[in-house]
């Protein structure tokens, strides 16, 4: 089936560190949306990313979406400890009613 | 405004009892969906609704079923609940479920014994 890969699975940081979460379809995507979910909390949506190459920040937080829309990554620079949680990303496989979830990526981080 | 509201937040169930998770929203977005989330497994769709009085199959639909009967409202069944239906259940609404992020609730931890 339509599947969205998300890598890693896992990723522990020190305080401070960069953080990267990578995001693959195997069909062109007509756009891919960002979640946070916090430890014992609910998926809170991030941002989305329609056009091919497109390239959003929100404050230390950057979201490109790949020229063939089929990809996509997350990167924090200089993570801080409120940065914990997991983070999905969420592609809208064109012509589809209903967005396909990556497996999410965990990060914890050491203080 | 609420928001997407679930209810209940916790419940523990027998084996073989049935309940009914209610999710209810008040942004008027058309679409609905109920999601699991298994640890390691990320969120996987049960069903989904794109309107009132329309519900159609998720990835995982087996033992489940749901009722979108009023737009704001939509419901999720377990007629017979099993050890393998322990979760955490999340609803989610969306706009157009196209050009809008969905809205998720705060969950239902269900536990079958």
């Known amino acids: 089936g339509q599947q969205v890969m998300q890598i890693p699975q896992y990723q522990h940081v020190q305080e401070g560190e960069d953080f990267t979460t990578y995001c693959n379809s195997s069909?062109?995507?007509?756009?891919i949306q960002w979640y946070k979910q916090r430890p014992g909390g609910h998926p809170v949506f991030l941002i989305q990313l329609v056009k091919s190459g497109e390239v959003k920040k929100q404050k230390r937080l950057t979201f490109q979406f790949g020229e063939a829309k089929k990809n996509s990554s997350l990167h924090i620079t200089a993570t801080q400890t409120t940065d914990v949680g997991t983070y999905f990303c969420a592609g809208l496989i064109q012509g589809a009613q209903k967005l396909v979830f990556g497996q999410g990526t965990r990060l914890t981080i050491n203080p | 405004n609420a928001g997407v509201t679930q209810t209940p937040k916790f419940r523990v169930l027998k084996t073989g009892q049935s309940m009914t998770l209610l999710c209810a929203q008040d942004?008027?977005?058309?679409?609905m969906y109920w999601y699991r989330q298994d640890p390691g497994m990320g969120l996987r769709l049960i069903h989904y609704s794109v309107g009132e009085g329309t519900t159609a199959k998720g990835e995982v639909p087996d033992g489940y079923n749901v009722s979108r009967l009023k737009k704001q409202n939509f419901l999720l069944g377990l007629e017979s609940a099993a050890p393998s239906q322990t979760s955490v259940y999340f609803c989610?609404?969306?706009?157009?479920?196209?050009?809008?992020?969905?809205?998720f609730g705060s969950g239902t931890r269900l536990t079958v014994v």
């Open positions: 942004m008027n977005h058309e679409y």
């Open positions: 069909t062109t995507l007509s756009n």
């Open positions: 989610a609404s969306s706009y157009l479920g196209r050009v809008n992020g969905y809205t």
